[in-house]
């Protein structure tokens, strides 16, 4: 089943092109990985399809009842990110906030569903620390939490392993990839080719077009998937 449609869609920033002609569908289930080099329009696709940032032409719809309030996520970290002055578990519950609507207090289940995630994440033991005190580790965990109270059915993430070393980052897929068995459709933009091929039923190479869109079978064995991971295959 189809949750996102793109058709045709071109993207720009005052004017200047940086992505078109885009078409393809992100359906229920999907592990997709979205890959290129840096300035290809990863990160401005993301945000087209979360509604935050409008095509110039061309069309994101979404289908059968599912909506924007359904998509958790976690940004690329950004300095002002990293400066939050909130505690951790405050940070967590805010991404209940979208469910809320305007409502500014947390229901029982917002709270309990926040207490889960950082027991899941293993940072239930600092939940009253301050965000901006803690390791790169620490916050991307808890922005993780953050987007998984929000991720209904479908969770965007942006780069979430870049800085992290090789055991936090093996940490964090797993914890992604048991969300991906528990139903959740993963759309994730990840410099980490090989976790991508590795665990992703889809991949969409970005090259301010689309390169390639198919499976991670058939991208190892694309020329652009070839080219892109150094020529070597990886099945
Ligand atoms: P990627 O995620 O693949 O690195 P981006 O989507 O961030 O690429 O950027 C695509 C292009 O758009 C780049 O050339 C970048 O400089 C430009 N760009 C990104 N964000 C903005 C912005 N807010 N204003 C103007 N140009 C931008």
Redesign the pocket.
């Known amino acids: 089943m189809s949750l996102i449609k793109c058709t045709d869609v071109n993207l720009s920033?005052?004017g200047?092109r940086?992505?078109e002609n885009l078409t393809f569908e992100i359906n229920s289930g999907d592990y997709y990985s979205i890959i290129?080099?840096?300035?290809?329009?990863?990160?401005?696709?993301l945000k087209a399809l979360l509604k935050l940032k409008q095509p110039d032409s061309g069309n994101i719809e979404y289908c059968d009842g599912f909506c924007q309030s359904d998509i958790g996520y976690l940004a690329q970290q950004t300095s002002v990110q990293k400066d939050f002055p909130a505690s951790v578990s405050e940070v967590v519950i805010s991404g209940c906030l979208k469910s809320n609507g305007f409502k500014p207090f947390f229901s029982k289940n917002d709270k309990r569903l926040a207490e889960e995630k950082m027991t899941l994440l293993g940072i239930d033991n600092i939940k009253d620390k301050c965000f901006r005190e803690l390791s790169g580790g620490q916050q991307q965990r808890v922005l993780l939490a953050r987007a998984m109270c929000a991720a209904k059915k479908m969770l965007f993430l942006?780069e979430p392993v870049t800085g992290l070393d090789p055991v936090v980052t093996t940490e964090f897929f797993n914890i992604i990839n048991k969300m991906h068995d528990d139903g959740i459709t993963i759309v994730i933009?990840s410099h980490d080719i090989h976790c991508a091929v590795k665990y992703s039923n889809r991949i969409l190479h970005?090259d301010n077009e689309i390169a390639f869109d198919g499976t991670a079978r058939e991208y190892v064995n694309s020329k652009v998937g070839r080219d892109f991971i150094g020529g070597h295959r990886h099945d």
């Open positions: 920033y005052d200047l940086v992505a290129g080099r840096n300035g290809s329009g990863k990160s401005t696709l942006d933009v970005m």
